[in-house]
T-cell receptor, first 111, second 114 residues
Framework: QKEVEQNSGPLSVPEGAIASLNCTYS??????FFWYRQYSGKSPELIMF????GDKEDGRFTAQLNKASQYVSLLIRDSQPSDSATYLC???????????FGKGTRLHILP | GAVVSQHPSWVICKSGTSVKIECRSL??????MFWYRQFPKQSLMLMAT?????????EQGVEKDKFLINHASLTLSTLTVTSAHPEDSSFYIC??????????FGNGTRLTVT
């Protein structure tokens, strides 16, 4: 059973601090990894994707991938109240394969 | 780029009727489209995977005769909920990809069956 595991939270972080979201996956053959943000009642929106080991930065967001440990993380710097949402981690084997989603981590940024 | 349009955004129908939901990729050709369902405060549940010109692949437990999926072109997939019942009320979300890129989601359709 291919799984993506996330802590459901809620994770509470003060405004301006760094929010760290973590995810593990079970299928060692997974090649692509994604982070989506979902506001209540809305569909998920892509934040970042990462394919290679290491860090990938985009603005306030940094995705980290460690294939040896089967671990993916998302760092959000200078957290804002608008970052409060559910963050979904996802993994897939290759293009065209279904994406396996975690159940999401609820993030709450405290003003 | 990579815009996925989903219509309608919400629909209310009576029990026993059928509802069609459209999913279009506006600026890319979607080789694969996925249909998800999400109940309140729950995670996304993949219902089926559709490839252009072929039959959809349904996940275990999803009735293919009830949830009809058609992927007639590289830019359009439709989900028809047949003989809808109140328990089918949910948030239905399509997603599409055009190759090796990430998945992009439509805005979702909130279905309420009365």
């Amino acid at each position: 059973q291919k799984e993506v595991e996330q802590n459901s939270g809620p994770l509470s972080v003060p405004e301006g601090a760094i929010a760290s979201l973590n995810c593990t996956y079970s299928d060692r053959g997974s090649q692509s990894f994604f982070w989506y943000r979902q506001y209540s009642g809305k569909s998920p929106e892509l934040i970042m994707f990462i394919y290679s080991n290491g860090d990938k930065e985009d603005g306030r967001f940094t995705a980290q991938l460690n294939k040896a440990s089967q671990y993916v993380s998302l760092l959000i710097r200078d957290s804002q109240p608008s970052d409060s949402a559910t963050y979904l981690c996802a993994a897939r084997l290759s293009a065209g394969d279904k994406i396996i989603f975690g159940k999401g981590t609820r993030l709450h940024i405290l003003p | 780029g990579a815009v996925v349009s989903q219509h309608p955004s919400w629909v209310i129908c009576k029990s026993g009727t059928s509802v069609k939901i459209e999913c279009r990729s506006l600026d890319f050709q979607a080789t694969t489209m996925f249909w998800y369902r999400q109940f309140p405060k729950q995670s996304l549940m993949l219902m089926a995977t559709s490839n252009e010109g072929s039959k959809a692949t349904y996940e275990q437990g999803v009735e293919k005769d009830k949830f009809l999926i058609n992927h007639a072109s590289l830019t359009l997939s439709t989900l028809t909920v047949t003989s809808a019942h109140p328990e089918d009320s949910s948030f239905y979300i399509c997603s599409a990809e055009g190759g090796s890129g990430p998945l992009h989601f439509g805005n979702g359709t909130r279905l309420t069956v009365t």
